[in-house]
């Protein structure tokens, strides 16, 4: 079976060149420095790699989808400066986030930067009207529906919500910008609107997996690698697939007294944090949120049975099942 994380270094290290072309040395030079630090710095590139990956797939010409990838990509670079703002991150990636190291008017300009560059980009796509039409309807919407659920995820911060409401919620927030790439490289090559609609479900159930075994690595990952303080998720009251299934499965009235006065306490300390993973990991929602995240990948790659074998549909596969067996 490929690997897909040395697959994805290998198609990052190609899109690297073109994600660095797009923001010239204009001024002023502080918002230039503070809109490449993020886009410049690396990271996975899932998303661009999938808008590439799925244009050769369905037998398109991947150059004519490298700009949509440099989009994707600042797009999502954009919501990450906004994402650091509203939750008064300090770090990402290693780095201090750009409204620490920027200051708040900075930041916010930085990502509204990356924002407009973004379209500026795909409004110069080498395709015909239609297809850029239809590129700009389905990121476009996906923008969209990211604010939603952003918004939707600040309305749950320490609130109890069903497992259906955390699902659209990470559904909005996550899994849409993956099948605006997805489903734009489709578009840009060639494919028909129902195999369009077969990779946009594929890239919105890829996702969902890979948002649930994010949840996961915030409170089990190793912090050193994922740079996220495990416990964290615990002490802001993220209301994750974990905390949903703990609470509707426990029925020790005291223990579950004791898991909810853990979470969403601000004060609660790493023993108090490790005391509610360990309740989460004896009622089996631990375990109960991996396979969900699993069987949502595979999921995924049922989607997109249809496609002709190649080294491209083999990426997109092996990618489904590196979003939920990483340790980043």
């Given amino acids: 079976m490929m690997d897909a994380k040395e697959y994805l270094k290998k198609m990052s290290a190609e899109l690297d060149g073109p994600i660095k072309s797009y923001i010239g040395d204009e001024e002023p030079k502080v918002l230039m420095d503070a809109s490449k630090q993020y886009p410049y710095a690396g990271g996975k590139r899932m998303r661009p790699a999938m808008a590439v990956a799925c244009c ?56 509204d930067a990356l924002f407009a560059k973004a379209y500026q980009i795909i409004a110069g796509l ?10 700009l309807q389905y990121v476009s919407k996906a923008v969209w529906d990211l604010a939603r659920g952003q918004q939707m995820d600040v309305n749950n911060e320490g609130q109890i919500v069903s497992e259906e409401v955390y699902l659209e919620t990470i559904k909005l927030k996550t899994s849409v910008l993956f099948a605006a790439a997805a489903a734009g490289g489709a578009i840009i090559g060639g494919a028909s609107e129902e195999q369009v ?3 946009n479900e594929y890239a919105i159930e890829l996702g969902l997996g890979f948002q649930m075994y994010d949840d996961y690595l915030g409170i089990a990952g190793d912090s ?17 697939c974990m905390v949903t299934h703990t609470i509707s499965v ?11 006065s853990i979470l ?36 995924a790659i049922a989607k997109i049975s249809f496609l002709p074998e190649s080294e491209d549909k083999e990426f997109m596969i092996a990618l489904a099942r590196y979003a939920v067996d990483r340790d980043v």
């Fill in 56 to 111: 050769r797939a369905v037998g398109g010409d991947a150059s004519k989808a490298v700009p949509l990838a440099v989009a994707i990509e600042y797009i999502h670079n954009f919501t990450l400066i906004h994402d650091d703002l509203m939750d008064g991150d300090e770090k990402r990636r290693g780095m201090t986030t750009i409204h620490v190291g920027y200051g708040m008017p900075t930041a916010v300009l930085a990502g």
């Fill in 126 to 135: 080498d395709v015909p009207a239609e297809k850029m039409r239809d590129t």
């Fill in 197 to 199: 609609k077969a990779i």
């Fill in 224 to 240: 050193s690698k994922t740079g996220k303080s495990v416990g964290n998720d615990i002490r802001k009251g993220k209301c994750t």
């Fill in 250 to 260: 426990l029925k020790d009235e005291a223990l579950l007294k004791e898991f909810k």
């Fill in 264 to 299: 969403g306490n601000l004060d609660a300390t790493d023993e108090q944090c490790a005391r509610a993973k360990q309740i989460m990991q004896d009622a089996g929602s631990i375990d109960y949120n991996l396979n969900l995240a699993r069987q949502k990948v595979e999921n």
